[in-house]
């Protein structure tokens, strides 16, 4: 994602802009669903549907587990959605480390709600066609995701 | 081939929470599971999620996953606010006193199967 401004497709357009709670567990998962239902509406077909669903939900979660809340831009280009995924949390200190499979560093309350099983960036390589982390300790974390048709 | 989610509370002998209108559902695969990131990166849409959490996250996960209903297990009973998402995201929620290991074998045992056999998407 050399050109943040242009997708592999085409200009991208932002749609909404939604705001995540961090800590709020009982709402996490609702800006996801929201995107959801948006690209649903305007007729995104069903297979990346889920994968920008899945992507969005996953990203949620670290935002609202570890960010301390953030936003989500969601933005659209013919043929491709891009989700902004920004947190204003600590920042992920070994990003290597952060994409294996079953490296996390949750607590016990995010383990019992069913996340935490460091499944999350991975998941996340797995649904979108391109990626981008944006992170530096006390900084905060960007994810930039492309989601091609 | 499969079962409906009218025949899966049968045999479970589960309590319909909320979304009976989706009961007339064909479930053919299943997945047992308390790691909803698992259920994100290894179900397919169309297959039930047995699980022992009863959370707004495990709704969310069905509906972001497409899977066809939730079975909670153990009788845990969800909070009011879970089953009216439930509800909301049209997602059948059923309750069963099974547990996890007897709601999975009562299921394999009538012809419902895992994930294993399905091709799991390749991490690019």
Not at chain 1, 1 to 19: A, C, E, I, N, R
Not at chain 1, 26 to 47: I, M, N, Q, T
Not at chain 2, 44 to 56: D, M
Request: charged share 20%.
């Amino acid at each position: 994602m050399t050109d943040p401004k242009h997708s592999q497709q085409g200009p991208l357009q932002l749609v909404q802009t939604f705001t995540i709670k961090g800590d709020d567990f009982a709402a996490a998962g609702s800006v996801s669903l929201a995107v959801k239902r948006l690209l649903k509406e305007v007729g995104f077909p069903p297979d990346a549907l889920r994968r920008v669903a899945i992507t969005a939900f996953e990203a949620e979660m670290n935002v609202v587990m570890y960010g301390g809340g953030g936003e989500v831009e969601l933005l659209l280009a013919p043929g491709t959605a891009r989700l902004v995924v920004r947190d204003h949390g600590p920042g992920i200190p070994d990003l290597d480390l952060a994409m294996q499979e079953g490296w996390s560093t949750a607590t016990a309350a995010m383990r019992e709600m069913g996340f935490g099983a460091g499944m999350g960036l991975p998941n996340i390589r797995r649904n979108a066609t391109r990626f981008n982390i944006d992170t530096a300790p006390g900084q905060g974390t960007t994810l930039t995701a492309d989601i091609d048709i | 081939m499969g079962l409906t989610l009218h025949q899966i509370v049968e045999f479970l002998e589960a309590e319909v929470l909320a979304y009976p209108e989706g009961l007339d559902r064909v479930v053919t695969h299943a997945q047992g599971s308390d790691l909803m990131s698992d259920v994100l990166a290894f179900s397919h849409p169309n297959c039930l999620l047995i699980t022992g959490l009863a959370n707004h996250q495990v709704i969310r996960t069905a509906e972001v996953a497409g899977l066809l209903g939730v079975v909670v297990v153990r009788s845990k009973r969800p909070a009011e606010a879970v089953i009216i998402l439930a509800q909301e995201c049209e997602v059948p929620l059923l309750s069963t006193r099974l547990g996890m290991f007897d709601a999975c074998g009562t299921l394999f045992s009538r012809g419902i199967r895992g994930m294993s056999d399905l091709a799991r998407p390749r991490p690019r």
